[in-house]
């Protein structure tokens, strides 16, 4: 009997599961969509059903859609958007509230007041020592804490051990497992700005600070590592879940990027550029974050990263918002019309600026419009904002001391043919995009298929690695300078910091 495996990845507007083969060819999918609220200015939630609801549907239409049975699954994998925080009742499974999604700043005041407090006591470096991460609203911690502290109850319930907060892998495993397992991996743990990425142990000093009862916590567990048993009333069997992974590190994983100075970047609802640093966690003097990048048999390996918060979401403004076109994928020919005269530029800084400027109170702006720009401007600068974000990390990165070698690149917008070339000019180095821009399913695929025994080592995994198309630089040095200080010119105008 052929075996396969299957993916859930569970993003920021859409759960997917993929149905692949043991050479990580892509079988079928399931895709759902599901609402997003913005019930404030800068606050976004999840209702955890829909989550749930969507995964569910998701893979019962890939399975149906590959026409396999559920005994020819040898493992499941999830990945999973990061740091979006559930906290529900362990006794009913019930959420107390919707989940904050990462891109939600409500905690921005309670983190700038915690930064000072540290600060003042001369822990201004706390933090980041322990976590590699950079006090911000982004993370679970101050997300958890708005939870405790905001729904009546909570936080005595939470004492009393009632409550279970999970990232959103937690909160599917929970369910997938009909509330057996309470676990998470270390790649997700790390989002947290609870966990020491050093010691990879909960870290007390930390719980203490944010005043978060530990046991609410779930347990760590390696990313190919035995999760359990799907209950057999989802899918009329039991499926082992044997992977799991935070969505952005599954990419990394997916695009085989094992080796230190590899580097990937996905272009989905936000960018997200992670550098393989091996077995040495590096700390970054120029705001990137370090994560850990996997952890197998007991084995941490880390990397840098640059977060950036807005990337397609940019292109979904501009469709959805000003209704400058009907499909994404018109973009590319839109672009492609634009005057490389005119030099429209556009900070989309719609929840504020993320690595390397940490700006939670900046907001968009457009630039440099004249009575000749229109429509395919607009979409150009819209495009290239995300290469030149992706240019800033690339900086923080040269500043830091690496140098990433060529750039693997995935995601929705990874297929914009215009956006990848402009990203090679700007970077001046070799952008890669492989057959599979799925990859961060593929990731969770190939951790699930270690641990299901299908592949012995990071080596095959590797092998099974193919590239679609190079996307060479074709600007010269004093291009990309010119270019890059218009940027940085724009960026400097809309930044409060
Ligand atoms: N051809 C394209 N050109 C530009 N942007 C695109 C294109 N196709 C998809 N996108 C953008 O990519 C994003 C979807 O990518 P995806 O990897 O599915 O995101 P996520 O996992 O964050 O939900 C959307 O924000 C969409 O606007
Ligand atoms: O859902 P995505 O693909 O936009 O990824 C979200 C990230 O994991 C947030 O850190």
Redesign the pocket.
Known sequence: MTQYLLSIDQ????SRAIIFTENGERVAIGQHDYAQHYPRDGWVEHEPEDIWRTTITSCRDAIKAADIKPQQIASIGITNQRETTVIWDRRTGQPVHRAIVWQDRRTAAYCSALREKLEKAGQAGLIQQKTGLLLDAYFSASKIVWLLDNIPGARQAAEQGDLAFGTIDSYLLWHLTAGKLHATDATNASRTMLFNIHTQQWDQELLELFGIPEKILPQVKDCADNYGFTTPELFGHSIPIGGMMGDQQAAAFGQACFEPGMTKS?????CFLLMNSGKQALTSRHNLLTTVAFRLNGETHYALEGSIFM???T??WLRDKLRLFSS??E??ALAAQADPGLSVMLVPAFTGLGAPWWDPDARGAIFGLTRDAGIPEIVAAA?MSVAYQTKDLQKAMEADGQRPNTLRVD???A??GF?MQQLADLLGCQVDRPEVTET?ALGAAFVAGLQAGIYHSLQQISALWKLEHSFAPEKDKNWRDQQYNRWLDAVNRTRTN
């Open positions: 993003g920021t507007t859409s996905t272009y989905g609802t936000g990337a397609g979401a292109m979904q994404t994928a973009t590319e495009l995601g929705g917008m297929a914009n956006a961060t």
